[in-house]
């Protein structure tokens, strides 16, 4: 079956710009989590869904970024007014249920802000 | 808060070699502890995992030991291979209950790179 997708793969914004990241979990799917890699680092948590309440966004870095999921499938991060220190690779995962549930990950957006 | 440390790379092997990747971590309860590994132009796969003390975890020959004395779960391979060339990541989940959510905390990763 498919695994977790991710759109755009890559991404070049203008500081300043607003963008969206899609993510499309694997099918069925309850639990939906959202990481930024900074390069060279581990990734690090942004925020949580299960289903469409987002239960946990205390890594989200500022009010600038955004997430929702409102059918509770796909996802999409939303960050607007883009700066240099958004640039990163932006991972979503999936799990199937419960916390404890392995986490399948997509292959991540990379965004570059110039 | 919680967090995971592991040895710096980049480490370089030859083929056959063995292999350890050192990791431990800091948490307040008892978290489950996990490798993941990316290949290159891959997305993080898991590799193994345990959930509690003296638990082993293996898969494709790495194999792993959840030590709560040592706050430790290094990576260890008898014998690596090109193809195990990866960047491979440590990460700590804590358990339910509380607000955490199952959310991952990851180390910085470490770059292995395997040559014939």
Request: glycine share 10%; hydrophobic share 30%.
């Amino acid at each position: 079956g498919a695994g977790v997708s991710q759109s755009p793969r890559y991404k070049v914004a203008k500081r300043g710009q607003d963008v969206a990241l899609r993510c499309d979990p694997i099918s069925g799917h309850v639990s939906l989590f959202w990481y930024q890699q900074a390069l060279g680092q581990g990734p690090e948590f942004l925020t949580y869904f299960q289903n469409e309440a987002q239960l946990d966004k205390s890594g989200l870095p500022s009010d600038r970024f955004f997430a929702e999921r409102p059918e509770g499938s796909v996802s999409t991060l939303k960050i607007q007014r883009t700066q240099q220190e958004d640039s990163a690779v932006y991972l979503c995962a999936s799990s199937h249920r419960r916390a404890a549930d392995t986490q399948y990950f997509g292959p991540g957006t990379r965004l570059t802000v110039l | 808060g919680d967090s995971v440390t592991q040895m710096e790379g980049p480490v370089t092997l030859s083929e056959e070699a063995f292999l350890t990747i050192n990791c431990t971590y800091t948490a307040t309860g008892y978290p489950s502890l996990f490798w993941y590994v990316q290949y290159p132009g891959e997305g993080l796969q898991l590799l193994l995992k345990a959930t509690k003390a003296d638990d082993k975890g293996s898969n494709k020959g790495f194999e792993a030991t959840y030590r709560k004395e040592t706050t430790s779960f290094h990576l260890e391979k008898g014998s690596v291979q090109v193809s195990d060339s990866a960047v491979y990541f440590c990460a700590l989940r804590m358990n339910a209950g509380g607000t955490s959510y199952g959310k991952l905390t990851f180390g910085q990763g470490t770059i292995l790179t395997v040559h014939p």
